[in-house]
């Protein structure tokens, strides 16, 4: 499947938005400026995946390896999409940290 410039655009455009909104929002909130950089890994993954979670304790070969094969099987658009989430939720980080050291106080 093919997808359209303009969606991808518009695609990455929300995914940056969107967890950037998220990380201001609980590193306000739970005082640790990189908390939305670490979660998101995980939320990728919950993305990318097609296996319940408990299956990766209960069958962790045949789930760590599907996940791995379906990383590979990425195509180039969803990857510039996940990329540009994790990027919004750095600059999540790097905006609490320099309004912080500004002297603003947040909850």
């Known amino acids: 499947m093919q997808m359209n410039i303009v969606v991808l655009l518009i695609s990455m455009v929300l995914f940056f938005v969107l967890f950037y909104g998220i990380g201001f929002i609980l590193n306000m909130l739970l005082r640790m400026s990189w908390i ?3 979660i998101y890994p995980v939320i990728a993954i919950f ?3 097609k296996v ?3 299956e ?3 069958d962790a070969g045949h789930s760590f390896s599907d996940l791995l094969t379906r990383i590979s099987n990425l195509a180039l658009a969803d990857i510039l999409i996940l990329v540009t989430g994790l990027l919004g939720a750095i600059a999540a980080g790097v905006t ?3 309004l912080r050291k500004r002297g603003y106080q947040m909850f």
């Open 36 to 38: 939305m950089a670490i």
């Open 56 to 58: 990766y304790f209960t």
């Open 96 to 98: 609490i940290k320099a």
């Open 52 to 54: 319940r979670f408990i």
């Open 47 to 49: 993305i990318i995946d």
